[in-house]
């Protein structure tokens, strides 16, 4: 895009996308992809499903805007839905999965304001987070390479080690309001935390006063195969941002909370233009549809490991490529031996969509809805992107 009117942010892949068809992309030339990138773990139900399609255009023959001065009843409807699957009381909704972790921010400290301690206001973070890109949620996941050159980190975020649970007890203070963690992380490269790990940290947050915030903007809305990835753990959080998924490809996220946790948040202290708005509602709505159908999620947990299994049968035939397989459900990762950007060029060679995370690793993040067959020919691919992956570095060595 280099000369372009847009802002020179993004390295883009020199692909441009017509359409979408269920976990295919064609190009503007006619060339299919296989996207196992899902839009960065967003589209939930792949591309142009029915029931997705019909929910938005017919909401939006009626009302696109109409600000929440005044009541929303698809918003209302999202929201009670979100409660009654959910540890939730509350719901607010946003426009994307930044805005949304800036609401639990916001919710943690004004939790501490109204009873009394205005002091706390520190969260504890976890190093290979990532949280968005505003200045609150950059700070509080800590990256030196987001937070270069934008002046000074926000106050009030304190980082430990990935799954240092003794470490993060250390750092509590009479400052400190919440710890926020996902519970597998994403762009961090695809790691789970261990079910003890979250259940210290249940433990401490109710030892100490502390709130205990989950962010699942990459792992929520059924990615692990349960709706929301602490089920699997038993653990429940008292604030949890969401988005990605709940929308399947239409911007929303939303922060829920429990009763006390969102004490707080009264009228006039947060708000947003278009979070909640009648057409992402509609969309959110829809794709709760789908999910919560009966059976749906289980079979989400019966294609991740037939997935996971083909994926490890790979990692065996080609150890200089691929060394470990990660994750849970049809949030996936490969741990890369080789450079995961090559073996994303390598897959991408194959007409297969990935997406590159930390710790080089390379992520795939299918639609919930990708049929056996979809999985045998991403399989296919994968191993024939290894394989010639394999063979062009035995050439070079040889030489």
Not at 87 to 116: M, P, Q, W
Not at 186 to 204: C, F, H, M, Y
Not at 270 to 279: E, I, M, S, V
Not at 379 to 397: E, F, S, V
Request: charge should be negative.
């Amino acid at each position: 895009m280099s000369g372009s009117a847009l802002f020179e942010t993004f390295t883009r892949a020199p692909l441009a996308f017509d359409h979408g068809e269920g976990t295919w992309l064609v190009t503007d030339k006619g060339e299919r992809y296989l996207d196992f990138g899902g839009g960065v773990a967003v589209n939930s139900l792949g591309h142009s499903h029915p029931h997705l399609v019909s929910a938005l255009t017919e909401q939006a023959a009626k009302v696109w805007h109409v600000s929440n001065l005044y009541e929303i009843p698809g918003q209302s409807r999202l929201g009670e839905r979100l409660v009654d699957a959910t540890f939730a009381d509350k719901v607010f909704f946003t426009n994307s999965g930044a805005e949304a972790l800036e609401c639990a921010i916001k919710t943690a400290r004004r939790y501490h304001f109204v009873n009394g301690h205005p002091e706390r206001f520190r969260i504890i973070s976890f190093e290979g987070a990532f949280h968005g890109r505003t200045l609150a949620t950059i700070a509080a996941g800590g990256q030196y390479k987001y937070l270069e050159g934008f002046g000074p980190k926000v106050e009030g975020f304190d980082q430990v080690g990935f799954d240092d649970i003794d470490a993060a007890e250390k750092a509590i203070t009479s400052e400190t309001a919440a710890i926020l963690i996902e519970p597998v992380q994403g762009e961090g490269g695809i790691r789970p935390v261990p079910t003890q790990s979250l259940k210290r940290l249940r433990q401490l947050c109710e030892q100490h006063g502390l709130l205990l915030i989950f962010d699942e903007v990459q792992c929520g809305i059924g990615r692990t195969g349960k709706l929301f990835a602490h089920e699997w753990a038993g653990v429940t959080p008292d604030i949890m941002a969401v988005a990605k998924g709940i929308g399947g490809g239409f911007p929303m996220g939303a922060c829920l909370a429990t009763d006390e946790a969102a004490v707080g948040m009264t009228a006039g202290v947060h708000g947003t233009t278009f979070g909640g708005n009648p057409l992402a509602m509609a969309v959110g709505n829809a794709v709760l549809d789908v999910v919560l159908e009966d059976g749906f999620l289980e079979d989400v947990q019966r294609k991740a490991l037939l997935l996971k299994q083909g994926l490890a049968g790979i990692a065996d035939e080609f150890p200089d490529i691929i060394e470990d397989i990660r994750g849970t459900g049809l949030m996936l990762g490969l741990k890369c031996a080789a450079p995961n950007t090559k073996v994303n060029m390598a897959l991408r060679d194959q007409h297969l969509l990935a997406v590159p995370a930390g710790d080089n690793v390379l992520r795939l993040l299918p639609p919930l809805t990708v049929t056996d067959a979809e999985i045998h020919e991403a399989l296919d691919r994968i191993r024939a992107g290894a394989r010639g992956l394999a063979d062009a570095i035995a050439a070079a060595a040889a030489k």
